[in-house]
C-alpha cells in the first residue's frame, strides 16, 4: 500500500527537506524531485509556488510508470527560494533530503530529477552514495560548477534550443567536463522549447520518465543514449535531438 501525504509549508525552526509524494512500505528504489527557484532569495517559498507545480506532471509521469514496481517518488522542500552565492542553499537541502531518505529506507537507488536551480542541486548533490543517477532539466551550470563528485555516476541532461533563461552552451560544457572527470554523460537537445518546459511538455514528461525507468534497471535507456553514455569520444556527451514523441 502506497503512503501519499500532501505537501505543506514549513514552518522556521521545522524544516524538512524531504517530502513524500508515493512511499511504498517496502522501497526498492527511490526518486527525488527538485524544482527550480532563483539566484538569490532568503525566503521561503509560498503556498503558490509555480516552479513546485511545473514539476507535478514529471513526478505524476514517474509514478506511473514505476506504478507497482515498490518506487517511493519524494520531493526536496527547500528553505529559501534562492541559491543565494556559496551557501548553495538548494543543495543543502538535498543533501539533507537523501539523508533522510537513507534513514528511512536504506541505501536504495536513487534518481534525482531537477529543473534550472532545480538541475543545479541535483548535480551538486549527484555523488551521493545512494544517487545511482541525475537527469537534470534546463539545468543551471555555471562554468565553475564542480564536477569531480560525479565520477562513475551517470548524468542525464536535457535542454531546450530556445531557452533565454540558462544556457544550452553551458549545459554542454558541462557535460564535457563532468565526462572528462569521470561521470558517464548524455543528452538530448530539446528543439523548439525553452526554459519553462511547456512547449513539448508531453515529450518532457514522456522522456524524463523513460530516462529515470532506465536509470533505476526498471527498463532499457533508450539505444542512442546508451551508446552515448557509453562512448570513449568526449564530444559524445549531448547534443542528441529529442525524438518528437
Known amino acids: 500500500m502506497d503512503i501519499r501525504t500532501a505537501a505543506h509549508h514549513p514552518t522556521v525552526g521545522a524544516h524538512r527537506a524531504l517530502g513524500w509524494r508515493v512511499r511504498p512500505e517496502s522501497p526498492t528504489a527511490a ?41 517511493a517518488v519524494g520531493v526536496v522542500r527547500y528553505r529559501c527560494r534562492g541559491w543565494n552565492g556559496d551557501r548553495a542553499d538548494a543543495a543543502q537541502d538535498a543533501l539533507a533530503a537523501l539523508s533522510d531518505l537513507a534513514e528511512e529506507l536504506g541505501p536504495v537507488p536513487t534518481v534525482l530529477i531537477g529543473h534550472s536551480m532545480g538541475g543545479r542541486a541535483a548535480l551538486r548533490a549527484g555523488g551521493h552514495p545512494c544517487v545511482t543517477g541525475v537527469v537534470a532539466l534546463a539545468p543551471w551550470c555555471p562554468r565553475d560548477e564542480p564536477t569531480g563528485h560525479l565520477a562513475g555516476h551517470r548524468v542525464l541532461m536535457l535542454h531546450g534550443d530556445r531557452d533565454r533563461v540558462t544556457s544550452p552552451a553551458d549545459t554542454d560544457l558541462f557535460a564535457a567536463r563532468a565526462r ?11 528543439t523548439g522549447s525553452g526554459h519553462t518546459l511547456l512547449r513539448r511538455a508531453a515529450d518532457w514528461h514522456r522522456t524524463t520518465a523513460a530516462l529515470t525507468l532506465g536509470l533505476l534497471g526498471l527498463a532499457e535507456l533508450p539505444a542512442d543514449i546508451a551508446a552515448a553514455l557509453a562512448a570513449d569520444d568526449p564530444d559524445a556527451s549531448g547534443g542528441l535531438a529529442l525524438p518528437l514523441g
Open 31 to 71: 526518486v527525488l524531485v527538485l524544482h527550480g527557484g532563483q539566484e538569490y532569495g532568503e525566503h521561503a517559498p509560498g503556498r503558490v509556488n509555480l516552479p513546485g507545480l511545473r514539476m507535478r506532471g514529471f513526478a505524476r509521469s514517474v509514478e506511473r510508470g514505476t506504478a507497482g514496481a515498490g518506487v
Open 180 to 190: 572528462a572527470a569521470g561521470a558517464q554523460v548524455a543528452g538530448y537537445r530539446v
